[in-house]
């Protein structure tokens, strides 16, 4: 499927946003009972020329004109012209990475869900409650992956992974812990294995173990294929710190100490490779963003843009109430930082400079979790699920967004 669906702009196209309107959330609407004497072949063919957002405050009017709607949409396939007309391709395709599914197997429901999401996502504020944390008294944490309803925590020596499921009868969430699994984490890194005809696949199939010091074969390639390892060909680089792919457009990404190479596999080639010691402070990399962020002491950031080939030091980056940065993760138009002093902060991302210097006034969370120094943060973004994930050294909580 061709994903330049839309030339809609993403805050790394824009340097100035000055000229650059942001998206507003509408006004919580409250059904009424207004009623509407059209004929409701009429009503559907209007239904037919709204937009997203006003499709669903017209859904809220009243019963007749939910039915007009959902019946609109049924036979128009109205949600998925939304999600490509109305939503950048880029953020498109990261929030169905993180539904890690083939995107022929998307029906309507699955594309009403994603475009509901994506206006969850656009509030001006967010407000989120507890449901859920974790005290590991062992084994550190280190890392988290998301994967649909399921996240991954990465401790130094095993990985155990855990299911928000929603309970039928209850309604409620309920957290789910399997099995628990080795994995020593000075040898090897665990990652999402990005195939599409394994997102249903049980188990281990879900997961690539990458060799930290050696070569490794692409997860975007079938295995046995040596066409590029992850490895500099001038110099080794250090060892491997993160591997980032885009499954949808055939890219990746691989971070080592001194070391990133930017590769396309369709066709096959090297996009980049940049030398930079700043790179083993890595803390976040994306090849959607095509961006690698790193953490320095005394509330600096390194930023590796990777379209430009550039690199540059950020100093004093967030306000001294947040002391410095410790986790750092971008999700769409959305900058996640957990600091030192355990505060979670989540700014809008309009343009560049956001990134740069966040504002006090693209501030969307602001929270204190009284959990020490915030090491990693993820997002699960699935059906009903949109959830902040939250992990310290020895405990992690599991935040929702409403």
Not at 100 to 110: A, K, P, R, V
Not at 173 to 198: D, F, G, M, T
Not at 256 to 261: I, L, P
Request: net charge positive; glycine share 4%.
């Amino acid at each position: 499927m061709n994903f330049n669906t839309n030339s809609l702009p993403v805050w790394t196209d824009i340097v100035d946003s000055s000229n650059y309107e942001t998206i507003k959330n509408e006004k919580n609407i409250i059904e009424s009972k207004v009623s509407i004497n059209f004929p409701p072949e009429l009503m559907e063919k209007i239904a037919t020329y709204l937009d997203g957002r006003s499709l669903i405050a017209f859904k809220l009017v009243s019963k007749s004109c939910n039915v007009v709607a959902s019946n609109a949409v049924l036979y128009n396939k109205m949600w998925k012209k939304f999600c490509l007309n109305d939503i950048p391709s880029k953020y498109f395709q990261e929030m169905l990475k993180k539904r890690f599914t083939d995107i022929n197997l998307f029906g309507e429901s699955d594309y009403e869900n994603l475009f509901k999401g994506w206006l969850l996502w656009q509030k001006p504020k967010f407000k989120v409650s507890l449901i859920f944390e974790e005290t590991f008294l062992i084994n550190g944490i280190c890392s988290l992956l998301a994967y649909q309803d399921e996240l991954i925590v990465v401790t130094d020596y095993s990985y155990c992974p855990y299911i928000l499921k929603r309970n039928n009868l209850t309604n409620k969430v309920e957290l789910i812990k399997k099995q628990q699994s080795q994995l020593h984490r000075s040898i090897y890194l665990l990652a999402l294995n990005p195939r599409l005809q394994c997102a249903e696949a049980n188990n281990d199939a879900k997961y690539n173990w990458l060799n930290r010091k050696g070569p490794n074969v692409c997860p975007l390639q079938s295995q046995g294929s040596t066409s590029h390892t992850g490895i500099p060909i001038a110099r080794f680089g250090g060892q491997l710190l993160s591997v980032d792919v885009n499954p949808y457009e055939e890219k990746c990404c691989w971070i080592r100490q001194s070391w990133y190479g930017y590769y396309s596999h369709s066709p096959l080639k090297k996009l980049h490779e940049h030398y930079c010691d700043r790179l083993s402070s890595t803390v976040f990399s994306s090849v959607i963003h095509q961006l690698v962020i790193g953490r320095m002491t005394n509330n600096y950031i390194s930023v590796h843009d990777m379209n430009r080939d550039e690199c540059m030091v950020v100093p004093l980056w967030l306000n001294i109430k947040y002391m410095e940065a410790t986790a750092i993760f971008i999700y769409t138009n959305m900058l996640f930082v957990g600091t030192r002093n355990s505060y979670l902060v989540v700014y809008r991302l309009n343009n560049w400079n956001d990134l740069l210097k966040p504002k006090e006034s693209n501030i969307l969370l602001d929270v204190h979790l009284s959990m020490g120094p915030i090491l990693a943060i993820e997002i699960l973004d699935y059906k009903n699920h949109k959830t902040i994930v939250v992990a310290a050294r020895s405990r992690i909580v599991w935040l929702n967004v409403l």
